[in-house]
């Protein structure tokens, strides 16, 4: 019998929001409470996420707006840069077990992103990070070994990881129709370097390339189940006690 995960149905939610639920199933797995979760989310308003130990970052963050709503500040439970999040498709993969260092956990997890994009015809392989990787404060601006690039060079996929024990949660930005404008105003840059993927693709048919890759991958099977009622209170109480 293979194992079964979770797959909560895609969601839109505030930054605080997605980061309470991630944190959620990562500590309802480490109890073991909760089985190996998958799930893909997006956010609105459009938010900047900060690594949990980025401390320092432009004052003028805080007045930014996107489509007259004030972009969201918030603070990731991972490491890592900052992630601006418009235009994306979240991952979040929480599971145990896996052996090794952090960077064969990384590329454990990231099978299922690579297979799954290869099966819509793009090619990703690992990026590595330039002497500027520590001073950066732009997660896209470079690229480190758990990170996944095509083969002209472009970041489609930041990822970010976290463990408690053995339970870890790994989660990333996949870079899909970003604002250009948008994007040169935040980092303060005229870089900006779109990915270029194919014309066909969208949303759903990506999310449902990754499942498919996620259950072979992993060897797992999906079964699809909403967040429930006391499940958001749990959550929604957590942040409320955070704040």
Same mark, same amino acid.
């Given at each position: 019998?293979?194992?079964?995960?979770?797959?909560? %149905?895609?969601?839109? &939610?505030?930054?605080?929001?997605?980061?309470?639920?991630?944190?959620?199933?990562?500590?309802?797995?480490?109890?073991?409470?909760?089985? %190996?979760?998958?799930?893909?989310?997006?956010?609105?308003?459009?938010?900047?996420?900060?690594?949990?130990?980025?401390?320092?970052?432009?004052?003028?963050?805080?007045?930014?707006?996107? +489509?007259?709503?004030?972009?969201?500040?918030?603070?990731? %439970?991972?490491?890592?840069?900052?992630?601006?999040?418009?235009?994306?498709? =979240?991952?979040?993969?929480?599971?145990?077990?896996?052996?090794? =260092?952090?960077?064969?956990?990384?590329?454990?997890?990231?099978?299922?992103?690579?297979?799954?994009?290869?099966?819509?015809?793009?090619?990703?392989?690992?990026? =590595? &990070?330039?002497?500027?990787?520590?001073?950066?404060?732009?997660?896209?601006?470079?690229?480190?070994?758990?990170?996944?690039? =095509?083969?002209?060079?472009?970041?489609?996929?930041?990822?970010?990881?976290?463990?408690?024990?053995?339970?870890?949660?790994?989660?990333?930005?996949?870079?899909?129709?970003?604002?250009?404008?948008?994007?040169?105003?935040?980092?303060?840059?005229?870089?900006?370097?779109?990915?270029?993927?194919? +014309?066909?693709?969208?949303?759903?048919?990506?999310?449902? &390339?990754?499942? &498919?890759?996620?259950?072979?991958?992993?060897?797992?099977?999906?079964?699809?189940?909403?967040?429930?009622?006391?499940?958001?209170?749990?959550?929604?109480?957590?942040?409320?006690?955070?704040?």
């Amino acid at each position: 019998m293979k194992q079964v995960w979770r797959l909560i %149905p895609l969601l839109t &939610a505030a930054g605080n929001v997605h980061m309470a639920v991630d944190k959620w199933l990562l500590e309802q797995h480490q109890s073991g409470k909760h089985p %190996p979760c998958l799930r893909f989310y997006t956010w609105w308003p459009a938010a900047i996420s900060l690594g949990y130990h980025q401390r320092q970052y432009p004052e003028f963050w805080r007045n930014l707006t996107w +489509q007259g709503q004030k972009l969201d500040l918030v603070q990731r %439970p991972t490491g890592g840069r900052a992630v601006l999040h418009q235009g994306d498709l =979240t991952y979040a993969v929480i599971t145990s077990g896996l052996t090794g =260092t952090r960077l064969q956990a990384y590329a454990k997890i990231c099978e299922f992103l690579i297979q799954g994009w290869r099966s819509l015809g793009v090619e990703l392989d690992y990026g =590595t &990070a330039g002497r500027g990787y520590i001073h950066n404060p732009n997660c896209f601006g470079t690229a480190t070994g758990a990170d996944l690039v =095509t083969a002209d060079g472009c970041k489609l996929i930041g990822s970010a990881q976290l463990r408690r024990g053995e339970a870890i949660l790994q989660h990333g930005s996949m870079r899909l129709q970003p604002d250009a404008d948008l994007f040169r105003q935040v980092f303060n840059t005229e870089s900006f370097h779109p990915v270029q993927l194919p +014309q066909n693709l969208n949303q759903e048919i990506i999310i449902n &390339a990754l499942i &498919a890759a996620a259950c072979e991958c992993f060897d797992i099977q999906l079964k699809l189940q909403p967040l429930t009622e006391g499940e958001w209170q749990a959550i929604m109480t957590g942040i409320s006690e955070s704040d």
